[in-house]
């Protein structure tokens, strides 16, 4: 089985900045896509960011020029550095990743457990 942990979401100040993390762990073959995704309370789930493979990237232009999203394949983590954080940041983040297990040719999505954010003075 494929798990991926999320840590580093707290409570901060508008304008502070917050690092979340999320890393898989079990019989990974290959991981392709990466990414973030939030959900407001009463809002739908959305794109935040996403990385690929080669380390290309796409933001949501809401936290364009503000997030900035990595990846270390040695560690099977990826990173969502945010900064100038906003109230309207204020959700549940949830990480993903498109893995293919080993011993199989499918390729499908896992998702972290989330993880707090909360931006409020």
């Known amino acids: 089985q494929v798990q991926l942990v999320e840590s580093g979401g707290g409570l901060v100040q508008p304008g502070e900045s917050l690092r979340l993390s999320c890393a898989a762990s079990g019989s990974i073959f290959r991981i392709y896509g990466m990414g973030w995704y939030r959900q407001a309370p009463g809002k739908q789930r959305d794109l935040v960011a996403t990385i690929t493979s080669g380390g290309n990237t796409a933001y949501a232009d809401s936290v364009k020029g503000r997030f900035t999203i990595s990846r270390d394949n040695a560690k099977n983590t990826v990173y969502l550095e945010m900064n100038s954080l906003k109230p309207e940041d204020t959700a549940v983040y949830y990480c993903?990743?498109?893995?293919?297990?080993?011993?199989?040719?499918?390729?499908?999505?896992?998702w972290g457990q989330g993880t707090q954010v909360t931006v409020s003075s």
């Open positions: 993903y990743a498109a893995i293919r297990y080993s011993g199989t040719f499918n390729v499908r999505s896992y």
